[in-house]
């Protein structure tokens, strides 16, 4: 899924005409609010981000984004009309992978995208490491999604109760947090959630602490609609964007 951000109407036509038609998902964020709400809420493998947006820089934006320990390596292309050396040397900083200047040169641009994708980390093993690996087809590959997602749900939202207060990590009890953190990565494992692994490994110390029920919370969430849009996809669709690596 690539994030576009950007407030200009006719260049948000060309640059949306051109991610339909290279087949890559998107979705469209006016301002830096609107980009947040997407981010904190569904996968994203590509941000491509005005600098001027009505609410706030793009600069500034991207820092609020990237300062997420889930969102850290999120690959981000920079596309704006105006930016002198010292702002093109900030966002470079910031681990931008490309800065364009506008106006695009729509062929050109399609390169840099494919080209920035590739930076985007890995969310779900190959279909076809998977078949050797399983020995499974689409078949019986669904219920064993299905579970995965469940497991995901019930974390997802004993999470959320424990960071909003409604809960707490005795009245939840440690083992049982710990065993329903462990399905989790067992079952996504299991199906080749690569990046639901990878961040259930980096962000939960086994602890409890306010910072891994916070982290964790906020990147499963994110997951959780990873498996959803999965689910609701055909199964040719959801094989052919695994085999891609994405």
Excluded: Y
Aim: proline share 3%.
């Amino acid at each position: 899924m690539i994030l576009l951000i950007e407030d200009d109407l006719v260049t948000c036509h060309i640059m949306t005409a051109l991610l339909k038609r290279l087949r890559h998902a998107h979705v469209v964020a006016h301002d830096g609010a609107e980009a947040l709400e997407q981010v904190a809420r569904q996968p994203v493998d590509l941000i491509i981000a005005d600098l001027m947006l009505p609410d706030m820089h793009g600069l500034e934006l991207i820092e609020q984004i990237l300062v997420r320990p889930h969102l850290q390596d999120i690959p981000v292309m920079f596309c704006t009309a105006n930016a002198d050396a010292k702002t093109v040397e900030r966002a470079l900083a910031l681990g931008a992978v490309d800065f364009v200047k506008k106006p695009i040169n729509v062929d050109a641009f399609a390169t840099r995208i494919d080209r920035a994708l590739k930076r985007a980390p890995a969310r779900w093993e190959s279909w076809r490491e998977m078949i050797k690996r399983l020995r499974v087809d689409s078949r019986t590959f669904q219920p064993l999604l299905v579970l995965a997602r469940d497991h995901l749900a019930e974390l997802v939202q004993t999470l959320g109760r424990i960071r909003d207060g409604r809960s707490t990590v005795e009245e939840t009890g440690m083992s049982e947090l710990g065993a329903q953190v462990l399905r989790v990565r067992g079952a996504a494992l299991n199906v080749g959630a690569i990046r639901t692994v990878q961040l259930v490994d980096f962000l939960w110390s086994g602890r409890a602490t306010t910072e891994d029920v916070s982290d964790l919370h906020a990147a499963l969430v994110i997951e959780l609609a990873a498996f959803e849009q999965a689910l609701q996809s055909r199964s040719s669709q959801f094989f052919a964007a695994a085999a891609g690596g994405r």
